[in-house]
């Protein structure tokens, strides 16, 4: 095939993928610009729910085996909530605990599952208040649970799921397929003209030397963001891919070894994951639903790139407390490693406070590629007609 069949064909891919997957890329960015500061702004919109209230004198902030024993106790001795299934410690001294609850039964196949989410002061030990987080709404405690939900599952579940993977996949398209459109000879004065933006008295030259320039700079990124998307949303296709160069995590569930003793309780449990990373921060506990099921919990080491929980994941026997499978991103294989940059990368985590501003505004970029790769193909339109 010539040169010209194939850049018409590239040039139509590049085009229809925009005009079908253009309005999708909007609401993920703009959604993905939002959540990229989500803890913050979610404690800013309900300080009454997820802030700690004012320590009483000489009172010190601490988060301990005994202390996360205690909110457990509590919650599980008042019948409006029972053990809970995850606890979430609080990271800071304005932080709460978090505690998570299960919705009976399985979410559809076009809903996303429900968690009630309880939480608990740090000080006081009592109920601040509670959430349905996955649920969509307006108001203030649930805005940021539809924002995160309306970006990963279009508010439909695994098929919205399903959906977001599959434009992942198109931006991948859109992103490389621009890149092979933008290339110009291999002269300074092309690769001049083709970095430039102008208007020379035309609106239509601005936006297509506009939508060519911001999508050369554009595209490394949009390849990144495309490829962690499909990672999160349609892994089956992608850890594949670097299982073919490298090893990934291992995710099979795990049961108990330990056949003797009682199950051990959750300050025990943190207890024994503070003795294997004494530095770190524990960050989340999963208890055991069943009789045979491990504790789940997740630290975070000092010097992670992924900030929040963190991504040291620790299985621990939960009778003997003796580790049945460690995930270390530190120690970790190069593809186990690869794929945990992926979330940090996705979100701008990986850089800190300027990795997430940057993330923020480039979520308005796919807005102005759609305005301005519509109004190219209108006029061209037009033209041909």
Not at 5 to 22: C, Q, R, T
Not at 298 to 322: K, N, Y
């Given at each position: 095939?010539?040169?010209?069949?194939?850049?018409?064909?590239?040039?139509?891919?590049?085009?229809?993928?925009?005009?079908?997957?253009?309005?999708?890329?909007?609401?993920?960015?703009?959604?993905?610009?939002?959540?990229?500061?989500?803890?913050?702004?979610?404690?800013?919109?309900?300080?009454?729910?997820?802030?700690?209230?004012?320590?009483?004198?000489?009172?010190?902030?601490?988060?301990?085996?005994?202390?996360?024993?205690?909110?457990?106790?509590?919650?599980?001795?008042?019948?409006?909530?029972?053990?809970?299934?995850?606890?979430?410690?609080?990271?800071?001294?304005?932080?709460?605990?978090?505690?998570?609850?299960?919705?009976?039964?399985?979410?559809?196949?076009?809903?996303?599952?429900?968690?009630?989410?309880?939480?608990?002061?740090?000080?006081?030990?009592?109920?601040?208040?509670?959430?349905?987080?996955?649920?969509?709404?307006?108001?203030?405690?649930?805005?940021?649970?539809?924002?995160?939900?309306?970006?990963?599952?279009?508010?439909?579940?695994?098929?919205?799921?399903?959906?977001?993977?599959?434009?992942?996949?198109?931006?991948?398209?859109?992103?490389?397929?621009?890149?092979?459109?933008?290339?110009?000879?291999?002269?300074?004065?092309?690769?001049?003209?083709?970095?430039?933006?102008?208007?020379?008295?035309?609106?239509?030259?601005?936006?297509?030397?506009?939508?060519?320039?911001?999508?050369?700079?554009?595209?490394?990124?949009?390849?990144?963001?495309?490829?962690?998307?499909?990672?999160?949303?349609?892994?089956?296709?992608?850890?594949?891919?670097v299982d073919l160069v490298s090893t990934v995590p291992d995710t099979a569930k795990l049961k108990n070894v330990a056949q003797d003793g009682a199950l051990l309780d959750a300050g025990q449990a943190m207890a024994a994951a503070q003795?294997?990373?004494?530095?770190?921060?524990?960050?989340?506990?999963?208890?055991?639903?069943?009789?045979?099921?491990?504790?789940?919990?997740?630290?975070?080491?000092?010097?992670?790139?992924?900030?929040?929980?963190?991504?040291?994941?620790?299985?621990?026997?939960?009778?003997?407390?003796?580790?049945?499978?460690?995930?270390?991103?530190?120690?970790?294989?190069?593809?186990?490693?690869?794929?945990?940059?992926?979330?940090?990368?996705?979100?701008?985590?990986?850089?800190g406070v300027a990795g997430r501003t940057f993330i923020t505004v480039f979520g308005l970029m796919p807005l102005l590629f759609l305005l301005t790769g519509t109004l190219v193909w209108w006029k061209r339109r037009r033209r041909g007609?």
């Amino acid at each position: 095939m010539s040169q010209r069949p194939s850049k018409w064909l590239i040039s139509k891919l590049h085009l229809y993928a925009g005009l079908w997957f253009g309005a999708l890329f909007v609401l993920l960015g703009l959604t993905g610009s939002a959540i990229a500061w989500m803890p913050e702004l979610d404690a800013w919109l309900n300080p009454t729910l997820l802030q700690a209230s004012t320590p009483a004198p000489g009172q010190v902030f601490q988060v301990t085996p005994r202390t996360l024993q205690a909110v457990v106790d509590t919650l599980a001795a008042d019948p409006a909530y029972g053990k809970p299934a995850q606890l979430n410690p609080p990271a800071d001294a304005r932080d709460v605990y978090v505690a998570s609850y299960r919705q009976p039964g399985k979410p559809s196949t076009f809903s996303q599952a429900i968690v009630r989410q309880v939480m608990v002061d740090p000080y006081t030990l009592q109920v601040k208040g509670e959430r349905d987080w996955g649920r969509f709404g307006l108001t203030r405690p649930l805005l940021m649970s539809g924002m995160f939900h309306l970006h990963r599952y279009l508010l439909s579940g695994d098929v919205g799921k399903t959906i977001t993977g599959i434009s992942g996949v198109a931006l991948l398209l859109m992103a490389l397929s621009g890149i092979y459109l933008w290339w110009p000879r291999l002269q300074w004065s092309a690769i001049r003209r083709a970095l430039t933006v102008s208007h020379g008295g035309s609106w239509p030259r601005f936006h297509y030397t506009f939508h060519k320039a911001a999508g050369f700079f554009a595209a490394p990124v949009l390849v990144v963001i495309a490829f962690s998307g499909m990672y999160f949303n349609l892994p089956q296709l992608v850890v594949p891919l670097v299982d073919l160069v490298s090893t990934v995590p291992d995710t099979a569930k795990l049961k108990n070894v330990a056949q003797d003793g009682a199950l051990l309780d959750a300050g025990q449990a943190m207890a024994a994951a503070q003795l294997l990373y004494p530095q770190a921060r524990v960050s989340r506990l999963v208890l055991p639903a069943k009789q045979d099921q491990p504790y789940e919990i997740r630290v975070r080491q000092p010097g992670e790139i992924a900030h929040g929980d963190g991504a040291t994941r620790l299985t621990l026997d939960a009778r003997s407390g003796l580790p049945l499978r460690i995930r270390d991103p530190f120690t970790a294989p190069y593809g186990e490693r690869f794929l945990g940059w992926q979330f940090p990368l996705h979100s701008g985590q990986a850089f800190g406070v300027a990795g997430r501003t940057f993330i923020t505004v480039f979520g308005l970029m796919p807005l102005l590629f759609l305005l301005t790769g519509t109004l190219v193909w209108w006029k061209r339109r037009r033209r041909g007609k």
